[in-house]
Structures are given as C-alpha cells and as structure tokens.
C-alpha cells in the first residue's frame, strides 16, 4: 500500500497515468494520446487532492464525484494515513498537545499553540499577519528524537532514534487540520528538520500546494539549529520561512549548549542567513532561549544586536522552561524585559514568546519524556 500523505500531486498524477488507457479514443495519434492521458490524470489527482486535504473526507468510497474504477483502484492501492492519538492534554491557556503513535510504535508529539506570540512588538510595515487572537499556529515533529544534542531541550537528551517519513510529516497536519482551524506551521516540534530535508521538503511542498494543504509560503516555517549546507540547500528547493535556533551570542558561549556550533559557527551559519532568499517583507526568526547568567547579560544583547545586523530579521526570546532534571534556569521577568528592552532600543525587533502550556508540559520532548517514564 503507498501512502497517500506521502504523495505529491505529480506523482500521484503519474501513478494515475494507466487508469485512464482504456477509455482513449482510438483516432488519436500516440503523441495526442499521451497528452490527453497526462492531462486526464492530473485533473484526477487535482480532484484527489481536493477530496482528502481541502473536504477532508478520508473514505474513497464518499469521493462521489471520481469514477468508480478510480475509486476501487485507490481503494486497493493508497492508503491514507492517520497517525493514532496516544494521549492529548489541553492547558487551560488554549495550548493542546497531542502524542501520536506511529506504525513501528515509536512516538512523537504535535502541539497546537493559539496566539503564540506576546504583542509587544508591531508587525513591520506591508508584512502580512493576522491579528494574533486569529493565528493558531501547529508546531510539527520531523523526527523521533533528535540527533543534536541541545542542552537545554528534552528531546536532544532522548537521542534520534529515526526520521519520520512524508505521511508522518504531513498525516500530523492533516489530522490536526481537520480538528481546528490551524493557520500556521513551524516545524519546531521534535527533530532537527534539516536533517531529515528530503522528507522535510517533500512534505512542505504539500503543505504549499494550492490543491493540497494550501499554507502561504509565509505561514510555513523551518527552524533549525544551524544546518548550515543544508540551510543554502533548503533556501534553493523551496520557499518557505526560516527560524535559526540561536541562543547565544558567542562561539564559546553556543558550542555549550549547541553542539553543532563546533561543526558550523555562528560566522558560517549568519552567512547562511544573509544568502537565504527572502521574498519581500519577509523575515528570519531568531530563537533566544533566555538562560539565566548564561546569556541573558546586556553585554549578550549588544554581541546580539551587532550579530544580526543587516539580516531582515526578527528574535523571539524565550525564557527557558525549567524542566525536571536540568541545571539551567530561567532569568527572572526583569531580566527578560530589560533584555527585550536593549534590542528595541536598537531597532532591532524582539518579541517576548509567552511559555505556552506549562501545565502540560509544553516544551519539546516533554510529554513523550513524561509518557515514557511513565
Ligand atoms: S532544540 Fe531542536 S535541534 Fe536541538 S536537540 Fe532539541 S529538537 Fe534537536
């Protein structure tokens, strides 16, 4: 059985390409019947598309409108996808985590954030945004674990264990679309997406399709920690946002708590950042987890300032979530904002991310850690 989810909208078309060999008018000559076979089998897999990612409807047998002989073929031939829901918390901020059991019984985790930025900072002038109320944004796992090892994140400490294919990637939206009305993606949830970037590709070009999930190229967001080939790589293949997981202002500082920053420093990947292709009015996200006497000093803020200058760019400081078993701490409210305070005096736009869900346990990793200590 293929997996539908795991599909893009020409290759579905070509695998459709057969059905409709039977049915050609015999006066056609071999060039006019490949072009009216190729044409046919798109508009089936446009069809397709619309049934199960815009109506949602997940029976073939309800796809009214598709011949008989193309239901009973993806009847026998395509599956689609539903991851099955282990466990959901919903915090009484709105935040709902779901925890999803994949077919190997490996697991990992969604987290739908409504509104999941503070206010504090106007969007720039011609950007694009729905009032903040209207945002419901889905944070979305890429892997089981993760292979790289931030100190301050759950899931580094669990290790990779595997990538998660396309249907996995896009059958987590899928499923959670059809539950609320999500308007944003950010593949922030478990993994480093880049490493696992043909999937990650893969499944954001179904995201953007017109006929498929339909998100603007704007509300689909990568972040990674610092990939930085595959970051030159991700900006050829797609368009689609880029967050950078910074955290720290110097090399010394960065290669701590991110080891990857021995591999590609903070020079490498801030060029990666000024070469990414940028649409107009668009932005790179800057992550800043706030550590408390590790980073979060007004000396920090200045190195900041200075590091992203001439980068269109925005900082979404996050003060840490403590969380059981770790050393680091998150800096008091004064701290945070006097922080945030710096850069805005600079021009430089920071918002401050309220911690989301901290009843449930909202931070990377956390409610698959919880699950499987039990
Ligand atoms: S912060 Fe992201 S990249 Fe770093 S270990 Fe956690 S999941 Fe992986």
């Not at 689609?80 to 709902?96: F, K, V």
């Not at 396309?166 to 059958?171: A, D, Q």
């Not at 704007?218 to 972040?223: A, G, H, L």
């Amino acid at each position: 059985m293929i997996h539908f989810q795991s599909l893009t909208r020409a290759e579905l078309a070509a695998l459709l390409l057969p059905l409709g060999r039977k049915k050609l008018r015999r006066d056609l000559s071999p060039e006019e019947a490949e072009l009216k076979l190729a044409k046919q089998a798109r508009y089936r897999a446009q069809q397709v598309f619309h049934w199960v990612y815009q109506r949602q409807v997940l029976d073939w047998g309800q796809m009214t409108d598709l011949s008989k002989d193309l239901r009973s073929w993806l009847q026998e031939n395509v599956e689609i996808y539903q991851p099955i829901e282990l466990q959901s918390q919903q915090a009484t901020d709105g935040t709902m985590k779901f925890l999803w059991d994949l077919q190997d019984h490996k697991t990992v985790e969604s987290v739908i954030i409504p509104a999941a930025l503070q206010e504090k900072e106007p969007e720039a002038a011609g950007e694009a945004s729905e009032p903040a109320k209207q945002r419901l944004t889905l944070c979305i796992s890429s892997q089981v674990g993760c292979a790289m090892k931030c100190k301050f994140c759950l899931t580094g400490i669990q290790g990779l264990e595997r990538h998660l294919q396309v249907h996995e990637i896009v059958g987590q939206v899928l499923e959670l679309r059809r539950r609320a009305p999500i308007t944003n993606i950010v593949f922030m949830g478990m993994g480093e997406p880049l490493h696992n970037f043909e999937n990650v590709v893969k499944a954001c070009e179904i995201l953007l399709d017109q006929d498929g999930l339909n998100f603007s190229k704007r509300k689909v967001t990568v972040s990674t920690s610092g990939l930085v080939p595959a970051i030159e790589e991700l900006g050829k293949r797609i368009d689609v946002s880029l967050a950078v997981s910074l955290n720290a202002t110097t090399d010394e500082q960065r290669s701590e708590i991110m080891p990857v920053n021995k591999k590609w420093n903070i020079k490498a990947l801030l060029d990666a950042c000024r070469k990414y292709p940028l649409g107009s009015h668009r932005r790179i996200t800057f992550e800043y987890v706030l550590l408390k006497d590790f980073n979060d000093s007004l000396e920090d803020a200045a190195r900041l300032v200075r590091l992203v200058q001439g980068i269109p760019s925005k900082i979404n400081l996050i003060p840490f979530n403590e969380h059981p078993g770790s050393t680091l701490k998150r800096p008091a409210d004064d701290t945070v904002l006097n922080f945030q305070r710096y850069l805005l005096d600079r021009d430089v736009t920071a918002l401050i991310r309220i911690s989301r869900g901290q009843d449930i346990l909202a931070a990377c990793g956390q409610l698959r850690s919880v699950f499987k200590t039990g």
